[in-house]
């Protein structure tokens, strides 16, 4: 299976900094992307999950701090800011970056209906192999990770 | 001088957040807000009880998706808009939804002006 590429990973950040531009209309920021060699990735309190199959296997995450998923909920005028919305909130943002898979990378990219995460241990254990790529996603003062496992 | 008479909308989406959006955000004057469902299957039961004009539907949805909703509600009234609001951006997903009977597609995520044109235009004709 060869290597990601600078496409295929576009393509996954793209879905979700386009979530922040047009839900919040505040773009968000991508950090220096690396890859996590010791161990499974650190997760933040709420974490949207991809599973993909097909041409490549394994998962695609977003994953949030409450304190972010809040405050881009207040920004999208919601003012429920319940557990429920919290959960709901990071899997649009895994909806959309599944959404934007399936445009660019079409049908032989098969890609699950989002699960989500919430609270857990905060370490993602990823399937497969891969080592785990990691991109920062800052918004204002909050950054949330976008979590790359593909072979 | 004649009244529009008031059009019936029912949301369909498995995201509370988004059910709520559409419902504050939606600024077309003709249309009421009948009811909510989180999936195909409820969609169904929220339909025969309220009989919408115009439906939003959502694709990816636990228990029956919205592909298959969309064909079961034209089959009970071919005369029903619905607007397909799905973050799948994909021509090939846009053209089964048409196919089946939806018409029009908005894509997540969406300003409320889009949603408010989106709504507006399948709205024109009627």
Known sequence: ?151 | MNAVAPLKLMIVDDSNIIRRRIERSQQIERLRVVGSAGNGREALELFARTDPDVVTMDLTMPEMDGIECVEQIVARKPEVRILVVSALADKATAVEAIAKGANGFLCKPFTDRQLNDALAELLQDT
């Open chain 1, 1 to 151: 299976m060869s290597t990601l590429s600078e496409a295929e990973i576009r393509t996954f950040v793209d879905g979700a900094t386009q979530y922040f531009e047009v839900s919040a209309r505040q773009p968000a920021a991508v950090g220096s992307p690396y890859l996590v060699t010791d161990g499974p990735p650190t997760v933040h309190d709420y974490t949207g999950v991809i599973g993909i199959s097909g041409r490549r296997h394994g998962a695609v995450c977003f994953t949030a701090p409450r304190s972010m998923l809040m405050v881009l909920l207040m920004r999208m005028n919601e003012t429920d800011t319940s557990e429920t919305n919290m959960r709901d909130l990071v899997g649009e943002v895994a909806n959309t970056i599944s959404g934007n898979a399936r445009r660019d990378f079409g049908r032989d990219f098969v890609i699950s209906v989002p699960s989500v995460i919430a609270n857990e241990g905060g370490r993602f254990q990823p399937p497969g192999h891969a080592r785990p790529f990691v991109i920062p996603i800052n918004w204002r003062s909050h950054s949330a990770k976008l979590i790359v496992c593909l072979e």
